[in-house]
């Protein structure tokens, strides 16, 4: 059980690090903007996922406060590339995790009852930690809009939140 979330901390911080390592630029706003919608919409869905299939009180609470949240975080940040008129732009980092997030979808799906609600948590400990490092490292500090490096710093915050949370539940899963 222990490989899976250390595949998906291994695979996200590849994926979110080596576009930026290897390119001599920072990333663009709407690349940055692109990468942090794609980042909420697949906890999203994970977190559905989640909610569907769970039986357990903790962990579908913890699902909810994901949707919840992040959705409101992708509906401000829809709303803020709307009034900046800013085109998100797909780059290599976003299809990357939404390949990443599929692959850990099917798994999930494949789970049930404690062996699931364990896979589900442990992954979103480790997919929060590498959003919250690429946030710290690498978004905020790439992000040239005022506007839209105050929605990563707010988002850092409510995210670093759920890591916390994520490890309360998985603590008390074991």
Do not use: W
């Amino acid at each position: 059980m222990h490989i899976r979330p250390l595949a998906a901390t291994a695979a996200l911080c590849l994926l979110l690090a080596a576009p930026f390592a290897q390119a001599a630029d920072k990333p663009t706003d709407p690349q940055i903007a692109h990468i942090a919608y794609t980042a909420g919409a697949l906890d999203v869905a994970v977190a559905k996922i989640a909610i569907s299939k769970s039986h357990n009180k903790d962990v579908v609470a913890f699902a909810k406060d994901m949707v919840r949240d992040h959705e409101a975080v992708n509906k401000q940040a829809l709303d803020l590339v709307k009034k900046l008129k800013v085109t998100p732009e797909d780059n290599a980092t976003s299809k990357a995790l939404t390949k990443a997030t599929n692959a850990e979808e099917a798994k999930l799906k494949k789970l049930k009852g404690a062996a699931f609600d364990k896979a589900y948590v442990d992954n979103e400990v480790a997919f929060h930690k590498q959003v919250n490092e690429a946030l710290k490292t690498v978004l905020i500090p790439s992000a040239q809009n005022a506007e839209l490096k105050s929605l990563l710093e707010t988002g850092l915050k409510i995210f670093e939140g759920h890591q916390q949370h994520a490890e309360m539940v998985a603590a008390e899963l074991k």
